[in-house]
C-alpha cells in the first residue's frame, strides 16, 4: 500500500541540510545499512561508533560501503553508546541513532546524570504513523518509553509531541488525551488526568496545541463517530495527536495500526538534549529512512531559536 505522507515527509527532509548523527554500535547488517541508507539520501551524516572491525566486518560481508564514514572504536555495546552520547556533547552530533544493541542499554547512556543528556523535560517516545486508510500522520505517544506516567509527566508527553508536530510542520496541532470514554468518569483515573491536561492547556501550562479530552479513539479521529456522541469541538474526528493513557494501551494502538491497517511506523525519543532515532529490524525501509527524516525536522527547529521546541 501506498505510504504517501512518508514519502513526502522523507522528500521534503531532503531538502534540508544532513545533520551529523552518532550511530550506537552498528553492528548488523540492518542497524549499519539503515544508516548508510539515510546518509545516501542526504538526511544524515552517520557517524559509526562500535568495535570498528566488527563494523567493517559486516560491511563487507553485507557489500555496504561505509568509505565515506567516520568511524569511532569503542569495544563493546555499553561503550558504544557512552561514546555516542559524548560526541552529541561534545556537538559533533545533533542526533544518536540506535545501532544494534538493545534501546535499554543506548537509553541508560542517555539518562546518566552528570554525563547523559537529560534536560528539565520528561523524556517520551511517539510514533509517527502512516496509515494509508488516514488522511493524517498520527503521532501516538507514550508507547515505548513510560510504563504508567503521572499527570505530571504526562505534561511533558504532551508538550514533546506538539512541539515533535510543529517541527513536523503541522499548521494545526490538534491533540486528543484518549481514554475508554468521551465523559469524565471519577472511576477511571485517565478521564480525569484528560479533563486536568486541557484544562492546563487553557491556562497556559501546555503550549502550541489545541487539546481535547477525555476521548475515545473512535471519537478522536472519525467525525462520524464524533457527531453521533454529539462532541462539539475542534480536534474530535480530526485529531493528529493522540496521547494514550499508559504504554500498554499506546503499544497495542501502534502495533494493532501497524498489523491490522498495514500502518509504517516512525519512532523517535523527545525530551533529551537532540532526537534520538529508535529504528527495529522488524521496520520497512520507508520506515527507518521516516525516522531519520523526523529527526532532521526536530534537530533543524531546535536550530531555530524562536522555535519552542524540546528544549
Not at 499548521?171 to 484518549?178: C, D, H, N, Q, Y
Not at 501502534?254 to 491497517?261: P, R, Y
Request: with cysteine.
Amino acid at each position: 500500500m501506498s505510504h504517501d505522507k512518508y514519502d513526502r515527509l522523507i522528500e521534503f527532509a531532503k531538502s534540508l541540510e544532513a545533520i551529523g548523527t552518532a550511530v550506537a554500535h552498528p553492528c548488523d547488517a540492518s542497524s549499519l545499512s539503515a544508516a548508510l541508507d539515510a546518509a545516501r539520501l542526504g538526511l544524515i551524516r552517520p557517524i559509526l561508533v562500535g568495535p570498528v572491525a566488527k563494523i567493517e566486518a559486516v560491511a563487507k560481508e553485507n557489500n555496504l560501503d561505509i568509505s565515506g564514514c567516520e568511524l569511532v572504536d569503542a569495544p563493546h555495546s555499553h561503550a558504544a553508546a557512552t561514546k555516542a552520547v559524548e560526541l552529541v556533547q561534545a556537538g559533533k552530533a545533533e542526533a544518536l541513532m540506535k545501532g544494534s544493541l538493545h534501546t535499554d542499554e543506548l537509553m541508560a547512556a542517555v539518562v546518566r546524570k552528570d554525563t547523559g543528556l537529560r534536560t528539565a523535560r520528561r523524556i517520551s517516545h511517539c510514533f509517527v504513523m502512516d496509515v494509508p486508510s488516514h488522511e493524517d500522520a498520527l503521532i501516538i505517544s507514550d508507547a515505548a518509553v513510560n510504563i504508567a506516567p503521572t499527570l505530571e509527566e504526562k505534561v511533558d508527553i504532551v508538550q514533546n509531541a506538539i512541539d515533535l508536530a510543529r517541527a513536523l510542520r503541522q499548521t494545526e496541532v490538534r491533540v486528543a488525551i484518549l481514554s475508554a470514554m468521551e465523559t469524565v468518569n471519577p472511576k477511571v483515573p485517565s478521564t480525569i488526568e484528560a479533563a486536568a491536561l486541557c484544562k492546563m492547556a487553557d491556562r497556559g501550562q501546555i503550549t502550541g496545541g489545541i487539546l481535547d479530552g477525555p476521548l475515545a479513539l473512535d471519537n478522536a479521529i472519525d467525525l462520524e463517530a464524533a457527531g453521533i456522541k454529539k462532541i462539539v469541538s475542534p480536534v474530535a474526528g480530526r485529531a493528529n495527536v493522540l496521547i494514550v493513557p499508559n504504554l500498554e494501551s499506546g503499544n497495542m494502538l501502534a502495533k494493532s495500526l501497524s498489523f491490522l491497517a498495514n500502518a509504517d511506523s516512525a519512532g523517535i525519543v523527545l525530551g533529551a538534549k537532540v532526537p534520538i532515532i529508535l529504528t527495529s529490524r522488524a521496520d520497512s525501509v520507508t520506515a527507518r529512512l521516516a525516522s531519520c527524516a523526523v529527526a532532521v525536522l526536530v534537530a533543524h527547529a531546535r536550530r531555530d531559536s524562536s522555535a519552542k521546541v524540546i528544549t
